[in-house]
């Protein structure tokens, strides 16, 4: 049987699994509702989220809010939580020891949610869970179905914040999702 989500955090405790833990403020463990049909993985906590111990609570994470407005959707709505839990110093990009340690957790936050819906934000979270290599150009915006879960990669939204040609691309694949998340009620319907 699926664990609860207090059951996992309980489980993670005051993580000292790598060495993370020697540069972070807070374990970030996710936030949202435990019910979710839709849920966002994004990369690592940046240094607001580190403070303030919510996934996206920093300039990424205000345009994450407007971005789920376009597929209709609240931030109560959904439940958020990045590939790791504790942030890398100067927001490196997660190690490969360090995606290993920690993702069980997200597993387990997965598997105890059960979404409809995942939505994977960039390349860390996109190729963790679809297990490939390819890059987010070629991943983004196309509907994978894994398991019991329909998988939309799409851009983070900070390299959307950089690089504002990919503003248009991001705000494609919200509308794309208010499409998927209807699309997956009807077929509840039958
Ligand atoms: N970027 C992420 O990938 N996750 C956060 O929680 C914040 C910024």
Redesign the pocket.
């Known amino acids: 049987m699926a664990k609860t989500l207090e059951e996992i955090r309980a489980e993670l405790g005051d993580c000292t699994r790598c060495e993370l833990c020697e540069t972070r403020t807070t374990v970030?463990f996710g936030v949202g509702n435990p019910q979710a049909e839709v849920m966002f993985i994004?990369?690592?906590?940046?240094r607001?989220?580190d403070l303030g111990a919510?996934?996206?609570?920093?300039a990424?994470?205000k345009y994450l809010n407007e971005l789920l407005a376009l597929a209709g959707l609240e931030r109560k709505d959904v439940y958020?939580a990045?590939?790791l839990k504790c942030r890398p110093p100067g927001n490196a990009d997660p190690l490969p020891h360090q995606i290993e340690t920690c993702t069980p957790f997200l597993r387990e936050q997965v598997r105890s949610i059960k979404p409809l819906i995942l939505v994977t934000?960039?390349r860390f979270?996109s190729q963790f869970i679809l297990k490939t290599d390819s890059g987010i150009t070629h991943l983004r915006g196309q509907v994978h179905i894994t398991g019991r879960y329909s998988v939309l990669p799409i851009y983070?939204?900070?390299a959307a914040l950089y690089d504002q040609a990919k503003k248009p691309l991001l705000e494609h694949d919200f509308k794309l999702l208010k499409l998927l998340i209807e699309k997956r009620h009807e077929e509840m319907e039958k």
Do not use: C, K
């Open positions: 970030v994004g990369e690592a906590p940046g607001q989220e919510e996934p996206f609570i920093g990424a994470g958020i990045n590939v934000l960039g979270a983070h939204p900070a």
